[in-house]
């Protein structure tokens, strides 16, 4: 039997008499989709780049460096012991977006290499496809090439140039758009590098970092008296009330439930607070005094103190900025709408002879950051006092939007949120800049906790050796206990010691 | 037709011989992709840490494409110059005047990306501009006025052009393979 495929005029027309029902039916269509159903919220996941929990006063802090965001919080579930799983922007961000630990995403080194092929699809965004439509920006370029990697499970892209007053980055053109990873990879990193340090190309990376520093200090002149010290820089010169304006623009657009990731750059350095922020925490105020770590790079106090200082106030300024956007999600009636995330990808450190993040270091500060859920219908404040990782974030809100939870990830849900507080948990952090994505790590820092305490382990050839902490007691990290050798010390150090193996044995060679 | 007349005789005037040019981009072509490989070199251990070695690979074809750029730049940008500027100073030796020139402006640039801060003073780039200006100056009169370093002078320019026969069909592949990433 043939099957006449020619269409006949009558059949057309009966087509054609079917046209208006099919138009018609299209909206009851669309209800089936989650991603337009007015009743699921927004997820706005915003991330402060380099924000530690140590410097805010919701988490214990004497300086007051955040108000309008401490208000915020009175709505919100605070997470008071929140530990992301790397010490900078790489490792940290690849957590948070994954749900996987470095050890197993492996993205560990300060390079545009990303996760490992095969977790490329473990991912934020492809967790919550099914529920959400997706948009990607980040200011950070080191957090930006997750999001070429994860460019398929995104709706929407935002260059992370798209809200500065220039653009810095040779490889953001939108000429390079089909291979926006290597092209970072390879201008950004090697041939036009932005800094101090040979770079490949013997000319034009000479010319192109004069004419940076000419731009950038004609945009000096022009906002000095905004910012007289330094002027907010990521990529490329930014305001940041400009990038505020930018974000609620974006925000303002959604027309359907959104999976919205905004990875700011501030408080990152160079801090720039400006000129209203300079005049404050003129207080007298000192921090404890901690002793140099082995691994620091032994900075004077002065300088850890005026580092401080400055980092405060571009907290300062950031907070009242950004208070801005939070007010406008308040009046527009998107805040009710809306599941908001406020956290970072890392901390920062002003002690023990270190600042900013470039460490080996593992101190609390560098990786305790805030995390501030606000959900739609909860305007209580909330504080969970339970130890959690950045990796429960994206099992977490999978949960709360009925996105099936991913098998894959190796976060729990947070407490409170689906979850609940278990003592016994372990929790990790790691820094293996140093070591390679394709063997085993050698050189590294790896924290564990666990009931309430804290075991960090150095393994570097200049230095080795633990330190153990009770973090109820001691959440400054002053009283080493190892060296007294309690017991719960000595079961931390097997079991740290165990995941060292154990994460290590897939890239041990065999002989 | 006039103005199209005017503009050949200006450039049969003032355009150094095809040789010279093809010595010029050769010595080009040697100093930015040498330092573009080196560059690859040194991060090529790092590189190791985090990328396999077929990514490694796509960025030494970015890195080898943008030297085959910036070779062909610097050529044209010289010819320009010989074109513009007196006979006497440009033209005239034009191979060893202009490879002396990427020389002194080669090492001057390597110098910089290392010791320039974020704030560098006029001072400081007056005095680099200064020691561009010697460093291509000085072998510039000796080769021009000393027949033995002349003779040594012209006899290597004419031995480099081995690498342009290496480096610049590299550079073409390399362009190549970046076409074929970017539009596919």
Redesign the interface.
Known sequence: MTIDSKLSRRDFLKLMALTPSVLAARPLASLLDPKTDSATPHILFFVFDAWSAANVQFHGYPRRTMPNLERFAERCYVYHNHYTAGNFTVPGTASMLTGLYPWTH????L?A?GVASAHQTHNLFAALEATHSTLGFSQNPYADIFLYQFEKYLDTYLSEAIFNLERRQFSSLP??N??AQ??F???E???LRN????????????IS??NK?LRYSRFRQLYRDVYPKSLPTAGGVFLLDQLVDGMMDTIRKFDSPTLAYFHVFPPHEPYAPNRKALSLFDDGWTPLEKPDHPLSQHRSADEMLASRLRYDQYLATWDAEFAHLLDELETSGLLEKSIVVITSDHGELFERGETEHNTFLLSSPVVHVPLLISLPGHAQRKDIHAFTSNVDLLPTLANLVGAPAPSWTEGHLLPALGGEEDLDRSIYSIDAK?????STFEKYSISLIKQRHRLIFYQYPEHSGFEFYNMDDDPEELRDLFPSAPSLAGQMQQELLDKVDEFNAPYKKTH | MFMLKKLSDFLKRGLPAKSEMFLVLSTAAFLIFTWSVRTLFFNFPAFLLSYTIGEILVIAAYMLAFALFETLLATLLLIIMSALLPGGIFKEGFSYKASFFLIAFGAVSIHMQNVMTNQPTTDFLLLELGRALTLWLVPVLLTRYVNVVRKIVLDILDRLIIFSYIYLPLGIVSLLVVAFRLLW
């Open positions: 492996r993205a560990v080194q390079t290499g000429f390079f089909n291979d290597f092209a990879a390879s201008f990193n090697n041939i800094g101090k340090g040979t770079s490949g190309s013997l000319f034009l990376s000479m970092r004069l520093l140093t070591a390679s994505s394709f």
